[in-house]
């Protein structure tokens, strides 16, 4: 089994929205994504996507997108982003997916020796954009993380990947309450998004404090799946 990640897929199929509007490289994205996935994707593998799924504001509409991405390859695991207005109860969302189509809301999910963990996260304290009336939010997303991870069942051998929408730290890279809790429960592999075009430059691919952090942002991967490596070997998180 593989395991490979991409985020902020932005579709729209219900009412097409031209992508290229952010520029030229998004032009015809599902395509390339499609082309890539279905090139290098089986049925045994696993694909996570960290947020900001579909354009959609209603779940029947987002339907169409997710339906899209139903029939893709692999066993697939959502995670809400900030522009997933569309997002339902976990039991509604579940009812309307086959069993190729995972949600991860306040659960984790573990496949041989790969567990999967995460919430979508909020701005991090010290950060430019923080406001006092994000503290709460922050709060609870810390917390829903914690949760989460001590979903997982405990295995000396398990891998633990932490999937969130948003980046876990702010500009400077400080310490968070979510890179905090990697460190308690021992994360291997935390994955994000959120982060396009310029922004993109100042997301943080690398290792820190032997844990891996990757921005699966699709323009940032060139619209092509990054495929997961357990590895402190800096030389794979070139996001391309």
Known sequence: MDVYAISDLHLSGYQPKPMDVFGENWRDHWA?????????????????????????????????????IEEMPGTKIILKGNHDYWWSSLTRLTSELNETMLVLQN?????????????????????????????????????????????????????????????????????????????KFGVDTVLYGHLHDASAGMSFNGVHNGIVYQNVSCDFLEFKLKKVEFSTDVDWMTGR
């Open 32 to 68: 390339k994504i499609r082309a890539d996935w279905y090139k290098r994707v089986h049925e045994s593998d696993l694909v996570l996507i960290p947020g900001d799924i579909s354009w959609a504001m209603r779940l029947s509409e987002a339907l169409v997108d997710l339906k899209q």
């Open 107 to 183: 659960n984790a999910f573990d496949f041989e020796d790969v567990s999967i963990a995460g919430t979508r996260g909020w701005t991090c304290p010290s950060s430019k954009e923080f406001k006092a009336e994000d503290e709460k939010i922050y709060l609870r997303e810390v917390e829903r993380l914690r949760l989460s991870l001590e979903r997982i069942k405990p295995r000396e051998d398990r891998k633990i990947i932490a999937m969130m929408h948003y980046p876990p730290f702010n500009e400077k890279r400080e310490p968070t309450g979510f890179t905090d809790l990697f460190e």
